[in-house]
């Protein structure tokens, strides 16, 4: 599994409440990305990182933001939540010079 | 930026027959083609994939073809199992170290 978890694996909170979700991974990946998926629109790229403190927007970053201060970590943050939010959220390494990617096992977030 | 469009979004085939999943991609700078698998509640796991100087590359009862010309690239599973029953996504990937993804196909395998 590429060493990924994330953190929590299921969480219920309510519209306006800020949310951080974590990936974590031990074998010191550069790229770091975070997808959303949705029935019907397959993953979907939120924010990807190429290194500490280097970070960029994917297709649907919108009310989302990153962070990476160490290399193994990478923060998805929800400013304030909302329904359209609910999504399972999945994080992925890059395995480097190979163009492959291995997810993590995903959070299951809901925005009541 | 890339388009990746996966055709058909759900597909029933007989145990032990084959199934065909097509994509097309629109960027012709994309060079690398994986192939996901995810069962319920689970993952995206990666089952084969192929690069832009291979036009076939085949892995046990599992198969990716890949037509540069055409911007298109197919998976094919023959003899198959109950165990193959589950969601695949295609997927391109070529400029600045992004995977874009096609919308899944679900494959249901009828006893």
């Known amino acids: 599994d590429a060493g990924i978890t994330q953190s929590p694996r299921h969480k219920v909170t309510e519209t306006g409440t800020p949310v951080t979700l974590r990936c974590h991974q031990t074998?010191?990946?550069?790229?770091m990305y975070w997808y959303r998926q949705d029935p019907g629109h397959g993953l979907r790229l939120i924010h990807y990182s190429y290194g500490v403190k280097d970070t960029d927007k994917g297709e649907v970053s919108d009310g989302y933001s990153v962070s990476r201060s160490k290399t193994e970590d990478f923060l998805l943050t929800l400013e304030s939540a909302t329904s359209s939010q609910t999504s399972v959220y999945f994080c992925a390494i890059m395995v480097g010079g190979t163009d492959t990617q291995y997810f993590g096992p995903g959070t299951r977030l809901t925005v009541l | 930026g890339e388009n990746v469009e996966q055709h058909p979004s759900t597909l029933s085939v007989q145990e032990g027959d084959s199934a065909v999943i097509k994509c097309t991609y629109s960027?012709?700078?994309?060079?690398?083609f994986p192939w996901y698998k995810q069962e319920l509640g689970k993952r995206p796991q990666l089952i084969i994939d192929?690069?832009?100087?291979?036009g076939e590359k085949k892995d046990q009862r599992i198969a990716v073809t890949l037509n540069k010309t055409a911007k298109h690239f197919s998976l094919h599973i023959t003899e198959t199992q109950p165990e193959d029953s589950a969601v695949y996504f295609c997927?391109?990937?070529?400029?600045?170290?992004?995977?874009?993804f096609g919308k899944g196909t679900r494959l249901h395998i009828l006893p």
């Open positions: 074998e010191n990946h550069r790229y």
């Open positions: 997927a391109a990937s070529g400029r600045d170290d992004k995977i874009i």
């Open positions: 960027d012709s700078a994309s060079n690398y």
């Open positions: 192929i690069r832009s100087n291979v």
